[in-house]
């Protein structure tokens, strides 16, 4: 009896989803013309120099690294403000805050000026948009395409229910490429918390700035997912809007902001584009390799081979002394742990640096890293975990990568051998590796290597956590840089009882494979 009612409901569950995805329907794209990227600007203010300085660094990229928030804020609005020919931009989220509306009015004044504006987004990161995208796409100058569109728009979630498998596969690259001459590319999504002003926790992060032989790269993978089977024109998604102006209705609700006055003194007083323009900036020319997922892996899995992880390891090649990695999410599961006790024993030093429980925004996530924690430090891993509050003992300019007060670590970065680092949105977690496609840069940088390195080594006194197996528990040590000494946890810090209960049912549940 139980077994006849249990198959009579998996039968009606099967029947609801397939009526579901035929009620909510996407629109079919055969029909869709797929845009080009345009050749690169030969006029204008970036080529002006940029064509006698990669005239001088032939097949080279040139970087310069976006630390801070407010410069890279700052480099996206003064970069879409210099544009004369083309801007292509890709993410995962931009969000309906003060600076997602800067940055799409920035688009509007360039497509003003006659600059052809392309907008890739993932949708899942676009709730509250759908009356900006649909002004958007009314511009002649202006297209929008979403990736893996959500079927319902008033209650975006409920089409998990019936189209799950598809929805859960998402889009989290990020790029802003300029005349086909400039590209900024890296971990930060387009909001506020990415950006260094707003009273919320901020999300730490970076980003590079990149010319040279590398912009064609980034175009032409812009390319690849755009023509995707993922991408749909935003028009038949969330329709038209000829009549309205939300940009600028949301603009003028800001006026009065503080924020506001904040980020306006930001752009008067960035010198990032204007240095660039003037052949000023401080770039380092070097070798960079674009590492990016197939687009085809937000239709489902692709070959193992294929996969930005696999494709990044055998780029990376054999590690010889050390490897050092910043990530906001670390899943590594049990081939991950297999990996870095295979590092640790053939010689190579492995560190890792994530957010801790009292600073992640995704509790689920460090139930994954949790449990695996153990196992990672009995193979020899270094592990460190990002305080949300900085001692008052550390000092001010060794923040850096860390952040500050209140911060979230949402950096995607890695070091090896003191001579290559890796910027990107690539966490070390199962979604990154398996689920969502992923977007970054392998630079051949001692430089940025080496300042990379240098973080662990100087042991993030007063920013993280020391995690640490004694016995058969972990301990968190937390040392004071003025007195020498160093304190001991028994417990996780921002540990409560619901928190300890979640975490003890999610690491008991077969979901690894989706965090």
């Known amino acids: 009896m139980i077994l006849k009612k249990l198959v009579s409901a998996i039968a009606l569950t099967g029947n609801a989803i397939v009526v579901a995805r035929s009620v909510f329907a996407l629109p ?69 805050d003060l600076t997602g509306t800067l940055l799409l009015d920035a688009l509007v004044r360039a497509a003003g000026r006659g600059v052809r504006v392309r907008l890739l987004l993932d949708d899942n990161g676009t709730s509250g948009l759908d009356d900006e995208m649909a002004a958007l796409v009314a511009h002649l100058n202006i297209e929008v395409r979403l990736y893996n569109p959500f079927n319902l728009r008033a209650f975006k979630n409920l089409s998990y229910a019936f189209d799950f498998f598809r929805l859960n596969r998402r889009m989290h690259n ?37 010319v040279g032989i590398i912009v064609a790269e980034v175009a032409a993978d812009f390319d690849r997912y755009w023509a995707s089977l993922s991408s749909y024109p935003a028009d038949t998604i969330v329709g038209i809007n000829k009549d309205t102006d939300p940009i600028g209705k949301r603009l003028t609700e800001f006026r009065d902001d503080p924020q506001m006055h904040e980020y306006k003194a930001i752009l008067d007083h960035s010198k990032i584009v204007s240095d660039l323009v003037k052949g000023e900036l401080a770039l380092e020319w070097t070798t960079t390799l674009l590492v990016s997922d197939d687009p085809a892996k937000g239709q489902g899995a692709v070959p193992q081979e294929k996969l930005l992880a696999s494709r990044l390891k055998e780029a990376v090649g054999d590690i010889q002394t050390k490897l050092d990695g910043i990530s906001a999410y670390v899943v590594p599961g049990a081939d991950g742990v297999k990996t870095f006790a ?80 890796f910027v990107g949105s690539f966490n070390f977690d199962t979604r990154s590796t398996r689920l969502n496609t992923e977007l970054g840069l392998l630079i051949d940088s001692e430089q940025m290597a080496q300042k ?40 996780e810090p921002g540990s409560s009882v619901t928190r300890s209960i979640i975490l003890a049912i999610v690491e008991r549940l077969p979901v690894e494979w989706l965090l």
């Open 174 to 210: 990020k790029s802003f490429t300029v005349d086909g001459r400039a590209t900024i590319l890296g971990g930060r999504n387009v909001s506020d918390e990415y950006f260094g002003t707003c009273p919320t926790p901020l999300f730490v992060d970076l980003d590079v700035l990149a």
């Open 342 to 421: 295979d590092l640790q024993a053939s010689g190579v030093r492995v560190r890792m640096l994530t957010n801790s429980m009292e600073a992640t925004d995704v509790l689920p996530v460090h139930a994954g890293y949790a449990k695996r924690r153990k196992d990672m430090l009995k193979s020899g891993v270094k592990l460190f975990e990002l305080r949300d509050k900085v001692a008052p003992s550390a000092a001010a300019n060794r923040l850096g990568l860390l952040g500050s007060s209140g911060a979230s670590l949402h950096t995607k970065t890695f070091a090896v051998d003191g001579a290559r680092i």
């Open 452 to 491: 990379l390195h240098s973080v662990f080594d100087e042991g993030m006194v007063g920013l993280t956590w020391r995690v640490e197996l004694r016995g058969k528990g972990l301990v968190w040590v937390d040392a004071d840089s003025n007195s020498g000494t160093e304190s001991v946890r028994n417990s």
């Open 28 to 96: 079919e794209i055969e029909q869709r013309i797929d845009s080009t990227a345009l050749p690169k600007a030969i006029s204008g203010p970036l080529a002006e120099v940029l064509i006698e300085l990669e005239a001088k660094h032939k097949g080279l990229t040139g970087i310069a690294p976006l630390q801070n928030g407010a410069d890279a804020f700052a480099a996206r609005i003064l970069l879409a403000d210099t544009a004369i020919s083309s801007i292509d931009a890709q993410y995962y989220m931009w969000h309906a």
